[in-house]
């Protein structure tokens, strides 16, 4: 268990400072984009693509960081209105349903990672594996924070030993 908490916390570490360094990149080119086009009547050939791919990588990483944070949305008024054994139970489900989800995710946007090596993007002609890998290291990283929190759900601490 300490090992899956070590290697989340350096996850989310990176994840975060890659969320900031995507959104920072965003708005630096946007702003550069909006001006050339309305300013000076052109615009650049690679603005577009850089700033989609860098708001596909914001988005998985940020959405991986805050998950580990607890800024997802959740619906608790079926698990609050339930008796608590029965709520254990929906919980324990919930976090099921979660690892599934996240693992064939993973596995999803792993496939498309490795089907779109060949592909290049039209602009700047970037491996569209690059924007793709936003898929899978987002949802791996999404995968094992739900994997620790699960663990901790079912009573296991730090040491890996029963609570």
Do not use: H
């Amino acid at each position: 268990m300490r090992v899956l908490r070590k290697l989340n916390d350096l996850a989310i570490r990176i994840g975060s400072w890659g969320t900031i360094f995507f959104m920072a990149l965003i708005g630096l080119v946007i702003p550069y984009e909006v001006v050339g086009r309305y300013v000076f009547g052109k615009m650049t050939i690679w603005s577009g693509e850089v700033s989609t791919y860098s708001l596909a990588w914001a988005s998985m990483l940020g959405g991986a960081v805050g998950l580990r944070k607890g800024y997802q949305v959740a619906v608790t008024a079926l698990v609050d209105a339930v008796p608590q054994a029965t709520a254990k139970w929906l919980r324990c489900g919930g976090y099921l349903f979660s690892l599934f989800f996240f693992g064939v995710m993973f596995g999803w946007g792993l496939y498309q990672t490795v089907y779109n090596f060949r592909q290049t993007s039209p602009a700047i002609g970037l491996v569209m594996s690059v924007p793709y890998a936003s898929l899978p290291a987002g949802f791996l990283i999404m995968f094992l924070v739900t994997l620790e929190e699960f663990l901790l759900f079912l009573g296991l601490d730090k040491r890996g030993n029963e609570a």
